[in-house]
Nanobody, 127 residues
Framework: VQLQASGGGLVQPGGSLTLSCTAPASIFDEYGIGWVRQAPGKEREGVSCTSNTGGSIYYSDSVKGRFTISRDNAKNTIYLQMNNLKPDDTAVYYC?????????????????????WGQGTEVTVSS
């Protein structure tokens, strides 16, 4: 495991959580990095990514306006601030990395491949 993710938990609908992912500098400085999630019984889907420079950021339509991805270059860490969480956001969230962060990151299904993965962190949105 090259990427270290943390921050999941149980939250009520409308609540907030922040996920963190730390990567080795060799990945953080050279690759796009972001988040992919997989809900029970569903295919995995891209959620958000940031390019290695931070100059490009993308979100899936399902989280746009509620989630914010950011990076701390001094700590080789990215964050996913998740606000106004909904039950549909319940999933295992994986930090992932590949060369480019583009809109293609948001594809659904196993053909959306990545070079590096972190362990998943579980997010449950329930009252």
């Amino acid at each position: 495991v090259q990427l270290q993710a943390s921050g999941g938990g149980l939250v009520q609908p409308g609540g907030s959580l922040t996920l963190s992912c730390t990567a080795p500098a060799s990945i953080f400085d050279e690759y796009g990095i972001g988040w992919v999630r997989q809900a029970p019984g569903k295919e995995r889907e891209g959620v958000s990514c940031t390019s290695n420079t931070g100059g490009s950021i993308y979100y899936s339509d399902s989280v746009k306006g509620r989630f914010t991805i950011s990076r701390d270059n001094a700590k080789n860490t990215i964050y996913l601030q998740m606000n106004n969480l909904k039950p549909d956001d319940t999933a295992v969230y994986y930090c992932a990395s590949r060369v480019f962060c583009t809109r293609l990151w948001m594809r659904t299904g196993p053909t959306n491949e990545f070079d590096y993965w972190g362990q998943g962190t579980e997010v449950t949105v329930s009252s």
